[in-house]
């Protein structure tokens, strides 16, 4: 995981997610998935960007398929947004940065 990224699983989701105060982008992908590759950076890039304000995860949905199921992951990437444990928003498909970060600073606001 790069700096700042956060893997989640199942087990760590409620923790790391759901009990989180703030804001938190999570990043649902699988390691055969083309788009999700594409979009990682800027990922990362967000982390880097927004550390201490925005708390950011990565969820392989292959490993941990619970988590997807239970927030009817139908395609990835999907990057979702929770806010002080309630999901706020979703994105699906690979975004522009530019995009990304307009949410965030929505949020943040």
Do not use: H
């Not at 790069?2 to 199942?10: D, N």
């Not at 706020?88 to 940065?97: F, R």
Request: hydrophobic share 45%; charged share 25%; aromatic share 10%.
């Amino acid at each position: 995981m790069a700096e700042g990224v956060i893997e989640v699983t199942t087990s760590s989701w409620d923790q790391e997610v759901l009990g989180f105060k703030g804001l938190v982008m999570v990043d649902f992908w699988a390691v055969w998935c083309g788009p999700c590759r594409m979009v990682a950076p800027t990922v990362e890039e967000i982390a880097k960007e927004y550390a201490g304000k925005v708390k950011v995860c990565k969820l392989n949905t292959d490993e941990n398929p619970d988590i997807a199921s239970r927030y009817k992951i139908m395609g990835i990437p999907t990057l979702m947004f929770f806010k002080d444990g309630e999901k706020v928003e979703q994105i699906v498909g690979a975004v522009p940065k530019p995009q990304l970060k307009a949410k965030i600073d929505r949020f943040l606001g």
